[in-house]
């Protein structure tokens, strides 16, 4: 048997689009032509509208969200963010959550000059009166009972958002060698220089390297290795990383190894320089190694 063709019926033009519509029974959204044959809304934004309307209550509709989704960039999202705005088929508005942070909320019309005309017709209606005539012959209202102080206080909901204006708590400072010696101030910058050859994210400027150049110093101090310390601050980045500079100075706040807490008899005697022979020597101060010490001792005269 033959299979079942579809086909245009006979009153259909000879140029340009032809119809063949079936119907939904489910899975559909309902969109006006105010929308789809808009004049001034670009194409992005149509098909963005559809598809914000198409989504269930509660579905994340950020910049981010819909960039994972479509292949469309950033700039291009936002601006047809703002189309809709302007047009009236999105509203999005800052709030303060539960949790203390500020979020978007994003109202989606599917008929803004219905909605608009809505609210005219809400504000235009006319205030009932406050309380109706009393005529002389009508006895007074029995007086209200006052209410129990344990019900007034059931009454008044707790603030659970935390006001705005209160102050975060300060960053703990940042780590300091305690002798901040020129060669490890240098190996710092020289490591902090490089981290964007590691990770294309960690870009950083020059105020930023001087921050953050004390704090690899301190840790090139407690005996970290420079590839101990670009591991600590490369692995498992977040991405997109936004503020790459933050995300190092916590890291080396809270990641800083322990070197200077353990006890003395267990901390490793640094490297010293010969002031004499210039040979490497182990010491807790600079100065001369033993050789050079022993014979400058025995030509001193007694």
């Not at 063709?5 to 689009?17: D, F, K, L, T």
């Not at 519509?21 to 004049?39: D, E, P």
């Not at 670009?42 to 960039?67: D, E, N, R, Y």
């Not at 004499?276 to 005269?301: I, K, M, N, V, W």
Request: glycine share 4%; proline share 14%; with cysteine.
């Amino acid at each position: 048997m033959a299979a079942r063709q579809i086909i245009a019926p006979p009153s259909a033009p000879s140029s340009g689009v032809v119809h063949v519509n079936i119907r939904h029974t489910s899975g559909f959204t309902v969109v006006g032509n105010h929308l789809s044959q808009h004049a001034e809304l670009s194409l992005t934004a149509i098909g963005l509208a559809v598809h914000i309307q198409s989504l269930p209550p509660g579905a994340k509709v950020g910049i981010k969200h819909l960039v994972e989704r479509f292949p469309e960039s950033e700039q291009r999202i936002a601006a047809a963010l703002r189309e809709l705005e302007e047009h009236g088929y999105l509203k999005r508005t800052r709030v303060h959550g539960r949790d203390g942070r500020v979020h978007t909320r994003t109202v989606s019309y599917n008929h803004p000059q219905a909605a608009a005309h809505g609210k005219e017709r809400q504000r235009r209606r006319p205030a009932p009166d406050s309380a109706p005539p009393v005529t002389p012959a009508s006895p007074p209202p029995p007086p209200v009972p006052p209410q129990p102080a344990e019900a007034e206080a059931v009454a008044v909901a707790p603030r659970l958002v935390p006001v705005p204006t209160a102050q975060k708590p300060p960053p703990p400072p940042l780590p300091r060698p305690h002798n901040p010696r020129p060669q490890l101030l240098h190996a710092a910058a020289d490591l902090l220089v490089g981290l964007r050859d590691q990770d294309a994210q960690l870009v950083l400027t020059e105020a930023d390297i001087e921050q953050l150049m004390p704090a690899v110093a301190a840790w090139f101090e407690r005996g970290a290795s420079p590839a101990a310390v670009r591991h600590a601050l490369t692995a498992d980045l977040p991405r997109p990383l936004r503020f790459p500079a933050k995300l190092l100075r916590h890291r080396l706040t809270a990641l800083l190894p322990s070197g200077r807490s353990l006890p003395a008899a267990y901390r490793a005697v640094p490297l010293q320089n010969c002031d004499d022979c210039d040979r490497a020597f182990r010491a807790s101060e600079p100065g001369l190694c033993d050789s050079c010490a022993s014979e400058s001792h025995q030509l001193t005269p007694a």
